[in-house]
């Protein structure tokens, strides 16, 4: 028998439906949900993901602004591009779409966003909420994305052992640190690229996380049987049986079905929940700077 899967489509478009009225409620004070998305160069997967970021928008009513700049502008230039939007109060959210080029510092330009309008979730300010265990700031997209799917999809958590293979400022660090805050109380292991025998720290995990960008490297025998899978990688992989040349594929081998009581697919388990997460933080941003108005 297969794993049950863990919809990510159809539990984002619950989470639509629920923001949808919200952004009905704010219409009502004269405020319409502003989400600013800045991409720099000409990476295709980042231009996908952004387009889809600015489609969801669209469908849901929030407004969005998206600028595309060139991938030789100095950095100087997109600092001016955030001053800009950090003081634009129409703008509720700022999300500058990872990864910058080279000769960007990433984590500099994350330090110049108001935390208040740091939908990402990646401000020191916001991380350090996450790490003093306060869920109360701007709790990054994937990670909450997982979380909140693996708890709509009825997973009990509370004192299980789950693993997580990598630790990324974006998924694997804050998902290791949501996942043993306190309510949530799973046991974390944060496994990365220097682990000793992956594969005996994976099969210990009741619920098992893959986000190290390694095409199918979560093979069954690394996963205890009745395990939650969740699979956050998105990977090209040439194929020259597809007419495009390649397909996607997550980090975790499909096969692992056999093995798992719950795995999310790719595409659509993690993917539509890490965008309703950032459309629900550019919501939430909106209502709190109106109350404070
Ligand atoms: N690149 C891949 N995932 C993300 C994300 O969640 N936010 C941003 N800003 N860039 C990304």
Not at 51 to 69: F, P, V, Y
Not at 70 to 86: A, C, E, F, T
């Amino acid at each position: 028998m297969g794993a049950q899967r863990l919809d990510g489509k159809q539990c984002a478009s619950s989470i639509e439906a629920n923001l949808l009225l919200r952004i009905e409620q704010l219409s009502h004070q004269g405020v319409v949900p502003h989400l600013a998305v800045i991409i720099v160069g000409d990476d295709p997967a980042s231009h996908v993901y952004v387009n889809s970021k600015i489609a969801t928008c669209k469908r849901l009513g929030i407004q969005s602004t998206h600028i595309e700049l060139p991938s030789n502008i100095g950095q100087n230039d997109l600092i001016k591009h955030v001053i800009q939007l950090n003081e634009d109060e129409s703008v509720h959210g700022i999300l500058i779409q990872s990864p910058l080029p080279q000769h960007m510092d990433e984590e500099a330009m994350t330090d110049l966003i108001d935390p208040t309008k740091d939908v990402d979730g990646f401000h020191p300010t916001n991380l350090g909420r996450l790490v003093q265990g306060r869920l109360d700031g701007m709790i990054p997209c994937t990670p909450h994305g997982v979380l909140r799917l693996l708890e709509w999809s009825g997973v009990q958590l509370r004192g299980k052992k789950a693993v997580v293979i990598g630790r990324s400022r974006i998924v694997g660090m804050p998902l290791s640190l949501l996942f043993a805050s306190r309510g949530i109380d799973l046991t974390v292991t944060v496994a990365h690229s220097r682990t000793e025998d992956l594969a005996k720290v994976c099969a210990e995990a009741d619920v098992l996380v893959a986000a190290v960008g390694i095409p199918e490297l979560v093979q069954p025998q690394w996963v205890k049987s009745g395990a939650v899978v969740v699979d956050v990688g998105i990977n090209r992989v040439e194929d020259s049986t597809h007419e495009r040349g390649w397909r996607l594929a997550g980090d975790v081998n499909p096969s692992v079905s056999e093995v798992a009581s719950w795995l999310s697919p790719v595409p659509g388990g993690v993917g539509p929940m890490t965008i309703a997460m950032l459309m629900e933080n550019t919501v939430r941003s909106a209502e709190l700077m109106s109350s404070n108005e």
